[in-house]
């Protein structure tokens, strides 16, 4: 045991959105901790299939962005509640700032972001999007 949690080498488990929940309390994890951090060593975790849906608790419009981004400004960052529970913060995508507000309903996409030559591994951001009725 220790080192690095399983699901951090499973790519196919980030994309398809793996918390944890706590079988003492029931508070869902994303992302997944080992350890409930209300029940301690009280709590044991099981992952759960996260559904990516949830809604905008907080945001903000970044108007002036950090090196690298300066071609996505202005972009909207929120806090995200997903229906689960957890709080995650991500970049909305496909969206104008305006269309935003808080409790829009928005749902998890994954954009691949790099890939690693050596060991081939990818990386994925987490980004969400408003989910448009229809
Ligand atoms: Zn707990």
């Known amino acids: 045991m220790g080192g690095v949690p399983r699901f ?10 793996i918390g944890t929940r706590c ?4 508070e869902v994890f994303f992302p997944p901790r080992v350890v409930c951090p209300n029940c301690r060593s009280d709590g044991e975790m099981e992952e759960v299939q996260l559904s990516g ?6 945001y903000s419009v970044v108007r002036v962005p950090p090196e690298g981004f300066e071609d ?7 806090v995200v509640k997903l229906e689960e529970g957890p709080l995650v913060t991500a970049m909305i995508v496909d969206c104008e700032p305006g269309e935003i507000d808080v409790g829009t309903p928005v749902e998890a996409v994954f954009r ?7 060991d081939g591994v990818i990386y994925y951001s987490l980004e969400f999007r408003p989910v448009r009725e229809g």
Not at 72 to 78: D, L, N
């Open 8 to 17: 951090w080498r499973s790519i196919d488990n980030r994309y398809r959105l």
């Open 23 to 26: 079988k003492n309390c029931g």
């Open 53 to 58: 849906r949830g809604e905008v608790y907080t």
């Open 72 to 78: 996505k400004a202005p972009y909207v960052v929120a």
């Open 112 to 118: 691949r972001i790099s890939e690693d030559g050596e």
